[in-house]
């Protein structure tokens, strides 16, 4: 068990937690360790039991560290330090994480980028630098528009788009604005770990619907609605993650036929879209669909401008509290996504990037011997705990179907999901002869 340097003064508060986040970062502690019991420690330092009551607090306030009943106190591995330990290991030891999907920034993704801030007509006006002001706003929305409908082919007004800085804080926007704690959502049975953790943080209830290969079965979801009398559904119907499965034109259909029928509110994640060829499930229940969208897993993961897309009535009370939307977003973010709509240097940047996953996916296929969609940014693959852990013990990090599962730790069938948009083709080869190899 890890216990800090010990020096000839006592320990306070704050020299603990730079102790312990000094530990994280060296590798003495890793994701999932346990730290010693608050009593056990003080003893240890000879120091009160309030002082590292206190130090785990702040530790835990730092997102170093989480503690659950019986469990104890132990490292996350969504902490700061923890995060950038393991960009540190792959740099230093040749850890290929394929477990996370972020947009890796190619040198024709740059050069792409760097053309679309030379074209920013917004980059020499003052208002480039201010907060978001109407007339940017207003831009925007109608570039916005103009790209759903030749990338997405659904129609939209200005009005009927609202700017907001991610997907992820739209699906907490939505929530704390149109649910109460203790409401119960229907999700798939596998899930974004945002939308759990978002559903957890206000309080929600998530039920799963049975899924088959095009993810929501319609009579599923209807036998759901019946049983639970929800009345808000969350679907990820195109590229869902992690399931990585796309839902055909029919089944957004038949969908959308119980969907208005029971009259769902239907929160719609859409964020790899582009990257099917079905309008959104939006287009066929337009009343009951709030579309969720941005541009970090196509064109830059920087630049913070996402919305919601909608003709139901509910937008029109979610755009009243502009305070915690269109003002978060950055003008020079929006200004971006303009530049890049306007001069088509966005469909270029999606062409690009598509034609990098169809490369990877085809080198995965070749060499692990399977048989992945080529136009899937992500895979899930039936699997074991043990393979998972061989994997990471021979460098390639895999993400557990756990992080996903509602019910994390009851599903009958383990798998993993391996992501290939944020490594280069180099480490997609390298990983697949990895895995390839313990099969």
């Known amino acids: 068990m890890w216990f800090p340097e010990q ?20 590798q003495q502690l890793k994701v999932g360790d346990r730290l010693p019991p608050q009593r056990i420690l003080a003893y240890k330092l000879n120091v009160n039991p309030t002082t590292v009551s206190r130090a785990y607090q702040r530790a835990a306030a730092k997102g170093l560290v989480g503690g659950q009943i019986g469990r104890g106190t132990y490292v996350l591995a969504q902490s700061n330090t923890a995060l950038f330990n393991r960009c540190l290991l792959e740099r230093q030891q ?32 003052p208002q480039y630098f201010e907060y978001i002001g109407a007339s940017l706003i207003q831009r925007y929305q109608l570039a916005i528009t103009q790209w759903l409908q030749r990338g997405r082919d659904i129609q939209f007004q200005a009005q009927q788009i609202l700017p907001l800085p991610s997907c992820q804080y739209a699906i907490h926007f939505i929530f704390s604005q149109l649910l109460k704690r203790g409401d119960l959502v229907i999700v798939e049975q596998f899930t974004a770990p945002g939308i759990i953790a978002a559903a957890k943080q206000h309080g929600l209830r998530l039920f799963t619907c049975k899924c088959d290969d095009q993810g929501l079965i319609p009579s599923a979801l209807a036998s759901t609605i019946r049983q639970t009398n929800s009345k808000v559904l969350i679907t990820v119907p195109s590229n869902q993650s992690p399931l990585g499965t796309t839902q055909s034109e029919q089944r957004r259909r038949e969908l ?46 920087g630049h913070k401008a996402a919305f919601i897309a909608s003709k139901h009535p509910v937008l029109e009370k979610l755009a009243q509290h502009v305070i915690e939307t269109v003002w978060l977003v950055s003008s020079s973010a929006t200004s971006h996504i303009i530049s890049a709509i306007e001069n088509h240097y966005l469909d270029a940047a999606i062409k690009h990037v598509s034609t990098q996953i169809q490369a990877k996916n085809l080198l ?45 730790g009851t599903e ?25 190899g313990l099969k």
């Open 256 to 301: 959308a036929q119980v969907i208005k029928a029971q009259q769902l509110l239907v929160i719609e994640e859409d964020i790899y879209g582009m990257y099917s060829t079905p309008a959104p499930l939006a287009k066929y229940a337009p009343e009951h669909c709030l579309l969720l969208s941005g541009f970090s897993k196509c064109l830059s993961g």
């Open 7 to 26: 020096s000839s003064e006592k320990m306070g508060v704050n020299a603990l937690v730079q102790s312990i986040e000094k530990a994280i970062l060296e």
């Open 94 to 125: 040749g850890v290929i994480d394929l477990s996370i999907n972020k947009l890796e920034c190619d040198q024709t993704l740059l050069k792409i980028n760097q053309k679309i801030y030379a074209a920013n007509l917004f980059l020499q006006q």
């Open 364 to 408: 995965l296929n070749k060499i692990m011997h399977s048989d992945l969609t080529l136009s899937n940014p992500h895979h899930w693959i039936e699997s074991s705990d043990e393979f998972i852990q061989q994997a990471a013990a021979a460098g390639v990090i895999l993400a557990h179907s756990d992080n996903f599962s509602v019910t994390a």
């Open 412 to 436: 009958q069938t383990v798998y993993y999901r391996l992501g290939v948009s944020s490594i280069d083709i180099d480490k997609i080869r390298k990983a697949a002869i990895v895995l390839a």
